[in-house]
């Protein structure tokens, strides 16, 4: 019986074609061979030519899973973020917060901020790829520090009627910033800045 002939047009990451195991292997060389680059080389000297040449497939195989460069990296870096850490519950906010950001702020080492400049660079062409990155890495983060400041709300830490989703946006938000227009990913002292912050919020 002959098979159903379809064509492929380039996916985004939740666009994937189904494939048989060799499939696979290859897409899994293409997804490493993307990321050796990326420390080598950062995200401007990456390209779909120069991937093709590391992984040794052609650009067509490449673009039967993403339709561009900046969905292959994204696809890549939200490999590094796929862990999304939930602190125990200290009994404190300020010390939640810490112990969140903390964790936060060891992804953003060695090569990763200016990989991640390059795909913000991305959003303001793409909306689409806009909305991508965004679920991928910013949302499940944004989701659990929402939750650290609800118990803070349950113990009376900061007012009921805050805005948490706001607030939120304002703690992560600060420190993608500071990466984007001051090229530093790591602060000593903003963790404990963003701390003091949320004791000064205290309701009265």
Same mark, same amino acid.
């Given at each position: 019986m002959d098979? !159903?002939?379809t064509?492929?047009?380039?996916?985004t990451l939740?666009?994937k074609p189904?494939g048989? @195991?060799?499939?696979m292997?290859?897409?899994?060389?293409i997804?490493?061979?993307?990321?050796? &680059?990326?420390l080598k !080389?950062?995200?401007m000297g990456?390209s779909?030519?120069?991937?093709?040449r590391?992984a040794?497939?052609?650009k067509?195989?490449?673009?039967r899973?993403w339709?561009?460069?900046?969905?292959?990296?994204?696809?890549?870096i939200?490999?590094q %973020?796929? /862990?999304?850490?939930?602190p125990p519950d200290?009994g404190?906010?300020?010390?939640?917060v810490?112990d969140?950001?903390?964790?936060y702020?060891?992804?953003?080492?060695?090569?990763?901020?200016?990989i991640?400049?390059?795909?913000?660079a991305e959003?303001?062409?793409n @909306?689409e %790829?806009?909305m991508?990155?965004?679920?991928? &890495?910013?949302s499940?983060?944004?989701?659990?520090?929402i939750?650290l400041? !609800?118990r803070?709300v349950?113990?009376? !830490?900061?007012?009921k009627?805050?805005?948490? /989703?706001?607030?939120? /946006?304002?703690?992560i938000g600060s420190?993608w %910033?500071t990466?984007?227009f001051?090229g530093?990913?790591?602060? @000593?002292s903003y963790?404990e800045?963003?701390?003091?912050?949320i004791?000064?919020i205290?309701?009265?």
């Amino acid at each position: 019986m002959d098979k !159903e002939k379809t064509k492929q047009k380039g996916h985004t990451l939740n666009q994937k074609p189904k494939g048989r @195991p060799r499939d696979m292997d290859c897409r899994s060389r293409i997804l490493k061979a993307t990321y050796r &680059i990326l420390l080598k !080389e950062g995200y401007m000297g990456t390209s779909i030519e120069s991937i093709a040449r590391k992984a040794n497939v052609g650009k067509k195989t490449i673009y039967r899973w993403w339709n561009s460069k900046p969905f292959l990296v994204l696809e890549v870096i939200s490999l590094q %973020f796929s /862990e999304v850490y939930h602190p125990p519950d200290t009994g404190s906010l300020a010390e939640d917060v810490s112990d969140f950001l903390n964790a936060y702020l060891k992804l953003l080492g060695g090569n990763l901020p200016a990989i991640l400049n390059g795909l913000a660079a991305e959003t303001q062409l793409n @909306p689409e %790829f806009s909305m991508e990155i965004y679920r991928l &890495i910013w949302s499940p983060r944004e989701k659990s520090l929402i939750t650290l400041l !609800e118990r803070g709300v349950q113990r009376k !830490e900061i007012p009921k009627d805050i805005n948490l /989703e706001t607030l939120a /946006e304002m703690i992560i938000g600060s420190r993608w %910033f500071t990466l984007m227009f001051k090229g530093m990913a790591t602060d @000593p002292s903003y963790v404990e800045q963003i701390s003091s912050i949320i004791k000064y919020i205290h309701p009265k």
